[in-house]
């Protein structure tokens, strides 16, 4: 069988795979606007790199004279979804969604490659998703090294699809949610909201999700962390595997309905953003999950736009935290949410605390979820403009509001030999709170 | 075009550097102009002046058409491979080699993006003044090739008067040097300015001495609006004859009022026929002194409203309706041509109600706005490529407006350059005599016709 496949094909199969994007994608008028702000591009230096030619690529597909190739494939994935293409975009084409098309059409026509085709079935089944991931916490001091004082390991050996340099967020051997109970009840609680943890939280960064809870208990809220939620399906989503991104999004919405929670939240601004955004997309041409899908983006905010929109966070009762802070704005957060003042009050908030604002924080660290997986030497030559940007502020600690924004930002300051901490903006205000409750 | 194996190619850059996948010269067969694409045969990178040389030769020998590109923002087609070929990709010359701050000169080379290099001359106080639109992807050696203007350029000039010397090799693989670091150099014909603007089809840059200007102390913005252009038309001409040279002297159309009142809600009347923004520059006393008599002179030509920027936030509301023009009007449809035309000053009124009436005889939509200090305006025209009786339309409003410009002493191109896009009405600007000498000098240099061929003089 041949290894292209060419309009006729999909035509025949896929008819509405890529034609009916054919008018957003002639809205782009290939100024190259986006060159000055890609971060792939920055590097890479070459045309089908930036969105523009990703753009045309896909073009040329719908008008016959490119098939859907190995090579449009390549192309298509070198992306870090990171959207500053989209927000710097005069004619304002949404280039990142447009990618996620021409990555789905590689799904449909080529099929997923074998490992992610592996992970992602692996992903659908929650209770197997769920064991294998306790399993790698469990056994994870066993291929990997923690490194002292850090959330922070590196393999002892080597891993397939992952560079033996790297570090990486620990496995933990208890998942956040298997650490408290679902309910997590207040005195006189003023509000009850569902905690949709997240992957990384749950299963890796669990000090993030104790850090919310400790805040969320100091500010008299209820939590409920539903033990039916599922990965939000965000990487599955960028991979261009809608259909099971879809399956991500119907448990989760519904799940999340059945409580009938005040709010909901989240301590990570991608999953805030599937929520708030994505699944909206997802169910357009669904009515009922559509209405579903809208109800629950009202109800829900990112960590820190809660804390200072909704709750009102305590200002009375922080103590001091003494070290200097800069601040990295996650992608889905600057330019999916849009939340970046939230975090930075809340720093500026914390007695003590002095915050240094860094050159371009908006600007993607580099690691693109599993991007960092796949090309992890760009996704380090990314993140080294990063990590120059970080060394110049002096900083002892960078905040952040992503769990994989994080662990690519410790990985960065590792491998550049800087000593400082990276931490959730949730975590230096439960120091604060934990110093106040001290005095 | 003879055949050529493309591993002598190799030979010279490496295998990495020359891309032939049918994606990747597939990638490379356009650039920012609509409607003009074609497939090159290879895409090299060189690395240094010794492998544009070597390039030139293979390429000369076996007649391979060659098309220089930087990032290919170029509005007029320069950059599209019409005959196949080879693209030669600058970007890996990305260094910049001496900021000279005794002679106020920076040399270059041509890969460099042009916001790169203000910033790396902003911390000396310095700038490099021409800024076209795409000052944050664009690259020196394709402003240079274009000539690229920018909003300053009534005061500041345009590229050809900040480029001082330039390293370029010829179609025949010969490399040559032109200027110097010299401010007076009258040494024979000057070769710079012949290169510069020549849309790559004369040499190939690899080098370039440019000149450097101290960077204005303070800025002042002003916004006028106007219910009548011939007094709009007037204000301009008084600000100059008020022998004040304002950095910046931009007019918007009504079109282009309506299209950006349209998208951004900022309250911009909808029936008034102009708007000027006004940015002067220079000493602090001197720029609120000329503040003042821009006030006076836009208020004596019957301004209906004045506003002046207190501090950097106003200045950036007055720019935001200006610096929506055009991503308001591209939103409109999906096609957009951004002209340049260029009238002398004052018949900027008469050239831009020309444009209304084109518009509406070819029932094309038309927004009008651009530098009315220098006369340099950007008729924006939006349509649909894929329609082709519209675009029949657009094409017929086009040759009104390119020869109203002729007609009223004006010229094609103010900046964008001539390329393919304006290509058909170049002979009747410059006349048959010009043509042929312009074409003497592309033969005489490029005997092969191997260097962007076809464009800026067409066929020779």
């Not at chain 2, 009022?257 to 309250?267: A, P």
Request: overall charge neutral; glycine content about 8%.
């Amino acid at each position: 069988m041949s290894d292209e496949i060419n309009v006729k094909d999909i035509n025949s199969h896929d008819k509405e795979l890529l034609t009916d994007i054919q008018d957003a994608l002639a809205n782009c008028m290939k100024c190259g606007n986006c060159m000055a702000v890609c971060p792939i591009y920055k590097e890479v230096g070459r045309e089908n790199a930036v969105a523009r030619g990703k753009i045309s690529l896909m073009e040329g597909v719908l008008s016959g004279r490119l098939p859907i190739s190995a090579n449009f494939e390549k192309a298509m994935s070198m992306c870090l979804s990171c959207k500053a293409c989209a927000t710097n975009c005069p004619c304002g084409v949404p280039a990142d969604e447009l990618i996620v098309r021409g990555r789905q059409a590689v799904v449909k026509a080529r099929g997923l490659g074998p490992i992610k085709k592996k992970v992602f079935a692996l992903l659908k089944h929650r209770q197997l998703f769920d064991l294998s991931l306790r399993m790698a916490g469990l056994f994870a001091p066993l291929s990997f090294k923690k490194l002292p004082g850090k959330m922070g390991t590196i393999a002892r050996f080597p891993m397939p699809g992952m560079d033996v340099k790297r570090v990486t967020a620990p496995m933990s051997a208890h998942p956040l949610r298997s650490q408290y109970p679902e309910v997590i009840k207040v005195d006189n609680p003023k509000m009850r909201v569902g905690f949709f943890t997240g992957c990384t939280i749950n299963y890796m960064y669990t000090d993030v999700g104790q850090a919310t809870l400790n805040v969320l208990k100091a500010n008299h809220i209820e939590v409920v962390m539903p033990s039916m939620q599922h990965c939000c399906g965000t990487p599955v989503f960028y991979s261009g595997d809608v259909e099971s991104a879809k399956v991500f999004a119907r448990h989760n919405l519904e799940t999340f309905d059945s409580y009938n929670f005040d709010y909901i939240i989240a301590a990570c601004g991608s999953c805030t953003e599937a929520f708030k955004i994505e699944y909206i997309h997802m169910f357009k041409d669904e009515p009922k999950m559509l209405a579903l899908a809208e109800k629950i983006s009202k109800k829900t905010y990112e960590i820190s736009e809660f804390l200072v929109d909704v709750a009102k966070f305590d200002k009375t009762q922080l103590g001091p935290v003494h070290a200097t802070v800069t601040m990295h704005d996650p992608c889905h957060m600057v330019r999916g949410i849009k939340v970046t003042k939230q975090p930075r009050e809340i720093l500026k908030a914390i007695p003590g605390l002095t915050f240094v604002e860094m050159s371009k924080p908006d600007r993607c660290c580099g690691s693109g979820g599993s991007f960092s997986m796949s090309y992890y030497e760009l996704s380090r030559q990314v993140n080294d403009r990063k990590i120059a940007d970080i060394a110049s502020t002096k900083a002892d600690i960078v905040a952040t509001s992503c769990g994989t924004c994080r662990m690519h930002i410790m990985d960065g300051l590792e491998q550049n030999n800087l000593d400082k901490e990276t931490l959730h903006v949730i975590q230096l205000l439960d120091r604060s709170y934990q110093a106040g409750s001290q005095q | 075009m003879q055949q050529f194996n493309i591993n002598d190619l190799k030979s010279i850059v490496g295998e990495d550097n020359i891309l032939t996948s049918t994606e990747d010269l597939f990638s490379y067969s356009y650039d920012a102009t609509p409607g003009h694409a074609h497939m090159p045969d290879a895409v090299v990178l060189p690395a240094n002046t010794n492998e544009v040389s070597q390039i030139m030769k293979f390429a000369n020998a076996h007649k391979i058409p060659v098309y220089p590109r930087g990032s290919g923002t170029n509005l007029s087609a320069g950059c599209v491979p019409t005959k196949g070929g080879i693209v030669l990709l600058m970007t890996r010359f990305n260094k910049i080699i001496d900021i000279d701050l005794e002679n106020l000169v920076a040399i270059v080379e041509p890969g460099v993006v042009v916001a790169d290099l203000n910033t790396a001359v902003g911390v000396s106080g310095l700038i490099y003044p021409p800024d076209p639109g795409t000052v944050a992807t664009a690259t020196l050696g394709g402003t240079v090739s274009e000539n690229a203007g920018g909003l300053r350029g009534l005061k500041y000039g345009v590229t050809k008067h900040y480029i001082m010397g330039l390293e370029v090799v010829l179609a025949n693989g010969d490399i040559m040097n032109t200027g110097g670091k010299n401010v007076k150099d009258v040494s024979g014909y000057d070769m710079t300015k012949l290169f510069t603007g020549s849309e790559g089809t004369l040499c190939i840059i690899t080098k370039i001495i440019a000149k450097l200007v101290p960077a204005p102390e303070a800025k002042k913005a002003m916004m006028a609006i106007f219910n009548d252009l011939d007094d709009a038309g007037k204000a301009v001409s008084g600000i100059i004859a008020a022998k004040i040279i304002p950095a910046t002297l931009e007019i918007m159309d009504n079109a282009t009022i309506r299209t950006v009142e349209d998208y951004m809600k900022i309250g911009l009347p909808l029936d008034a026929q102009a708007i000027l923004l006004i940015e002067v520059d220079g000493n602090p006393t001197v720029v609120e002194q000329e503040a003042a008599k821009v006030l006076a002179v836009l208020k004596s030509n019957n301004a209906a409203t004045v506003q002046m920027a207190k501090d950097d936030a106003e200045r950036d509301k007055l720019w935001a309706a200006r610096r929506a023009a055009l991503p308001a009007l591209a939103k409109l449809r999906p096609t957009t041509y951004v002209e340049d035309a260029t009238v002398p000053r004052n018949k900027v009124p008469d050239f831009l109600r020309a444009v209304n009436v084109a518009a509406q005889k070819h029932n094309v939509t038309i927004g009008t706005f651009g530098h009315a200090g220098d006369g340099n305006m950007h008729p924006t025209i939006v349509c649909d490529l894929r329609d082709p009786e519209e675009m029949k339309r657009v094409y017929l409003a086009m040759d009104d407006i390119f020869k109203t410009a002729i007609a009223l002493g004006g010229t094609l191109s103010g900046e964008h350059g001539i390329g393919l896009g304006k290509l058909p009405w170049m002979e009747e600007q410059h006349g048959p005599v010009s043509m042929n000498v312009m074409r003497a000098i592309k033969r005489t240099l490029d005997p092969n016709l191997i260097l962007n061929p076809g464009k800026l003089v067409g066929e020779c």
